[in-house]
């Protein structure tokens, strides 16, 4: 016992101790860890990357940089996320024709596989909101819609119109029409808020009301019904007919000028 006693105070003691434990636990990490299916992960990721960091030099470095860090013409990437590459590009907006106030939505010249691969090149810049599963923008609660149409009046009409119709904004800008966009590009747009949109990330709406907000825009682009005929932004029958009452009282008008600068006695004079 003296002689061990007398080992502990040697002043390698500690190292040794140190390396026992290294090898320790490097031999439980061995042992336990998915090698193979970590390696095949990381393999399969990796390839992602580069092709995506291929296709991001061809298709967006010439605003963004090379590496995502942004120019004159372009904001830095890092931090975006796999989620806004999968609705910027997966919506049309980039690559962007041209500068201006907002870029609007056109048709996607990416394959998904393409998107998914330049989503993985931007995500590894940096930590950012991840693209969305189906089930993290599906609800099933049947009163979903209901609690999504007064998330929507709270949070999006004021821009987006209460029926998702759009608006125009200042400066040339314009929040969009919602109908027939995508659910997981809705998703996504409240989870990284484009170009002049605020983001809504689960601190501040949960994912559980941005499903519910989806259900409701999905309703109202293909099955609320509509009773005024004409849409006119869906401000509802009363609107509509006011419109068409003071549409053909002007008509009405115009007819009786007509008339009276027609007669004999408009005529003689």
């Known amino acids: 016992m003296k002689k061990l006693s007398a080992r502990r105070r040697h002043p390698l003691a500690a190292l040794v101790v140190l390396l026992f434990a290294l090898a320790a636990i490097g031999g439980l990490y061995a042992e336990f860890a998915p090698a193979e299916n970590a390696q095949a992960d990381s393999s399969a990721q990796s390839l992602a990357i580069d092709e995506g960091k291929r296709l991001f030099a061809v298709g967006c470095s010439s605003c963004h940089g090379l590496n995502g860090e942004g120019s004159s013409t372009g904001p830095s990437l890092v931090g975006v996320g796999s989620a806004a590459v999968d609705f910027q590009v997966g919506t049309g ?4 024709q041209q500068p201006g106030a ?3 939505k056109k048709k996607n010249i990416y394959s998904q596989s393409d998107i998914d691969a330049m989503a993985a090149f931007v995500a590894s810049l940096g930590p950012g909101p991840v693209t969305p599963t189906k089930d993290q923008y599906t609800s099933t609660e049947t009163d979903a819609i209901s609690k999504g149409g007064e998330l929507f009046r709270t949070n999006c009409s004021q821009c987006h119109n209460f029926a998702g119709a759009g608006g125009a904004l200042t400066q040339g800008k314009f929040a969009p029409s919602l109908e027939n966009v995508d659910p997981k590009h809705i998703y996504e747009a409240m989870q990284t808020g484009p170009q002049n949109m605020p983001s809504f990330p689960d601190t501040t709406m ?6 519910e907000i989806v259900a409701f825009v999905r309703y109202q682009a293909n099955e609320a019904p509509n009773p005024g005929g004409l849409s006119l932004g869906s401000l509802g029958p009363v609107t509509e007919g006011l419109f068409g009452w003071i549409f053909g009282l002007g008509v009405l008008i115009a007819i009786a000028i007509w008339v009276a600068a027609h ?4 005529k003689k004079s």
């Open 206 to 211: 949960p994912e559980k009301q941005k499903q």
């Open 263 to 266: 007669t004999t006695k408009a």
């Open 93 to 96: 907006r980039m690559p962007a």
């Open 102 to 104: 907002q870029i609007p």
